[in-house]
C-alpha cells in the first residue's frame, strides 16, 4: 500500500535549526491530514493536522503546509530541540460521510536533533 | 490529562492460543480503533467501532479477530487462534466524533511463538 509515502526514513538536524519532514499521497480522496510523532515504546501521539481547504497550519513551533495539486506535505520546525527527537508519521485520512475515519500511516521519519 | 491505556504492555503466547487485548479509551470518546504495527512496517488499520458495532474493518481483520466492548469502559481486541504473522504492535485508539483527532494508547506488543 503506497498511498502515502515518506521517502525520508532518517533526517538528522542541529539544535536550533530547522526540520522539514516530507510526505507524499496519491488517493486524492484524502482531505485530512494528521502528523503524529512516536517514541519508543510508546503509541503515536497527535501533533499537528490540516484540512485540506487550507496550505497552511500553524501551532507554535509547527507548522504544516499543505501542496493539494501536488499531493504533498511538509511539516517544519523550528527552532528544534533534542527532545523532537522521535518518528514522525503523516496519517492522512478520508472525510467520508457516515464512516469512521481510518488513518493511513506513512512509514515515518526518524528525526534526531543533535545538541 | 485523559489518556488511552492498554494491558497487558506485553504478551507471549503460543501459535494457536487465543489472545484478548485491553484497551480503555478516553472515557468521553464514542468512537474507537485497532491499528497494528509489525516491526518494520507501517502502522495499519485493523477495525473501527461504534455504537457497539463494526464501523469499517480492513483486509487484515479476518474472521480470526473480533472486538468487544464489554461494558463501558473497556474496548477488547482478540485473535481466536495466532499465528506466528500476528506477532505485532497492538494500538488502541479513541475519538470523540468522527471528525475528531484520534488519540492513541501506548500499544500491546504481542508475541506469537
Known amino acids: 500500500d503506497q498511498q502515502v509515502k515518506q521517502n525520508s526514513p532518517s533526517l538528522s538536524v542541529q539544535e536550533g535549526r530547522i526540520s522539514i519532514l516530507n510526505c507524499d499521497y496519491t488517493?486524492?480522496?484524502?482531505?485530512?491530514f494528521l502528523w503524529y510523532k512516536k517514541y519508543p515504546a510508546e503509541g503515536p501521539t497527535f501533533l499537528i493536522s490540516i484540512s485540506s481547504i487550507k496550505d497552511k497550519n500553524e501551532d507554535g513551533r509547527f507548522t504544516v503546509f499543505l501542496n493539494k495539486s501536488a499531493k504533498h506535505l511538509s511539516l517544519h520546525i523550528v527552532p528544534s530541540q533534542p527532545g523532537d527527537s522521535a518518528v514522525y508519521f503523516c496519517?492522512?485520512?478520508?472525510?467520508?460521510?457516515?464512516?469512521?475515519?481510518?488513518?493511513?500511516f506513512g512509514s515515518g521519519t526518524q528525526l534526531t536533533v543533535l545538541p | 490529562e485523559p489518556e488511552v491505556t492498554q494491558t497487558p504492555s506485553h504478551q507471549v503466547t503460543q501459535m494457536g492460543q487465543e489472545v484478548i487485548l485491553r484497551c480503555v479509551p478516553i472515557s468521553n470518546h464514542l468512537y474507537f480503533y485497532w491499528y497494528r504495527q509489525i516491526l518494520g512496517q507501517k502502522v495499519e488499520f485493523l477495525v473501527s467501532f461504534y455504537n457497539n458495532e463494526i464501523s469499517e474493518k480492513s483486509e487484515i481483520f479476518d474472521d480470526q479477530f473480533s472486538v468487544e466492548r464489554p461494558d463501558g469502559s473497556n474496548f477488547t481486541l482478540k485473535i481466536r487462534s495466532t499465528k506466528l504473522e500476528d506477532s505485532a504492535m497492538y494500538f488502541c485508539?479513541?475519538?470523540?466524533?468522527?471528525?475528531?483527532?484520534?488519540?492513541f494508547g501506548p500499544g500491546t506488543r504481542l508475541l506469537v511463538l
Open positions: 485508539a479513541s475519538s470523540w466524533d468522527l471528525q475528531e483527532t484520534q488519540y
Open positions: 488517493n486524492s480522496m484524502f482531505d485530512y
Open positions: 496519517a492522512p485520512r478520508v472525510n467520508s460521510s457516515g464512516s469512521a475515519r481510518q488513518l493511513t
